[in-house]
């Protein structure tokens, strides 16, 4: 069973609109949690890293949330635009060696 | 940062061949990973490899099967060998610039198709 797991599957938003992901993992010991954006055909770029102690942190239009009780975490997007459509992945690194723990992402269309 | 590039950026190959894909970072980077992702799937640890020692292999991926070197600071390959079509894959070199709770940055991926 994978241990991050994200929702929706996939999201189709208007344009000019802002959406939430979430992201709900059980890994543990846990490091950090990273959010990252993967447009097709590119690899992953990074847009957020939290720590333990993080609650939140922005990255322009993106703002990560997280709560580390509740193993939670969300993405929102704020005004989206056509360049936000891509797969955005959930990734918590766990323990010493930093091993990365992928969600199999959420699929974000926004249209026009 | 780092910026990663990968060759080729695509391939076909046929049955039984083996492909070597390059990955070259723009910086010194300590850490280096490869990474397989399947059509619509995310993406899976194939092995970490650092400069100097033997690259570290995922449990389900071998050595004769993904052999890996690392000769510098900079660079590193990933062989594909003996092909089949279940091979076909986006294959991603990522590495990290400090360790392991740096940012991972990503090369844009090699498309292989096996037929």
């Known amino acids: 069973k994978n241990q991050v797991e994200q929702s929706p599957q996939s999201l189709i938003i208007l344009e000019g609109k802002n959406c939430t992901l979430q992201?709900?993992?059980?890994?543990?010991?846990?490091?950090?949690l990273r959010w990252y954006k993967q447009d097709t055909g590119r690899g992953p770029v990074s847009l957020t890293i939290m720590t333990f102690s993080e609650n939140t942190k922005s990255n322009g239009r993106y703002t990560a949330t997280l709560d580390a009780d509740t193993k939670q975490s969300s993405l929102h997007i704020t005004a989206s635009q056509l360049s936000d459509s891509a797969s955005y992945i959930c990734v918590v690194v766990t323990d010493s060696w930093g091993k990365l723990q992928f969600g199999a992402g959420t699929q974000v269309v926004v249209t026009p | 940062s780092a910026v990663i590039s990968q060759k080729p950026s695509r391939d076909i190959c046929q049955r039984g061949t083996s492909l070597t894909i390059q990955c070259q970072v723009d910086s010194q980077v300590t850490m280096m990973f490869w990474y397989r992702q399947q059509p619509g799937q995310s993406l899976t640890l194939i092995a970490t490899?650092?400069?100097?020692?033997?690259?570290?292999?995922e449990s389900g991926f071998v050595i004769d099967k993904f052999p890996i070197s690392r000769p510098n600071l900079t660079f590193s390959t990933l062989t594909v060998s003996n092909m089949s079509p279940e091979d076909s894959s986006i294959y991603l070199c990522?590495?990290?610039?400090?360790?392991?709770?740096?940012?991972?940055?990503f090369g844009p991926g090699t498309r292989l198709t096996v037929l």
């Open positions: 990522s590495a990290t610039l400090a360790g392991y709770t740096d940012t991972q940055y």
């Open positions: 490899a650092n400069q100097g020692s033997e690259a570290t292999y």
């Open positions: 992201c709900n993992y059980t890994v543990s010991p846990f490091s950090n």
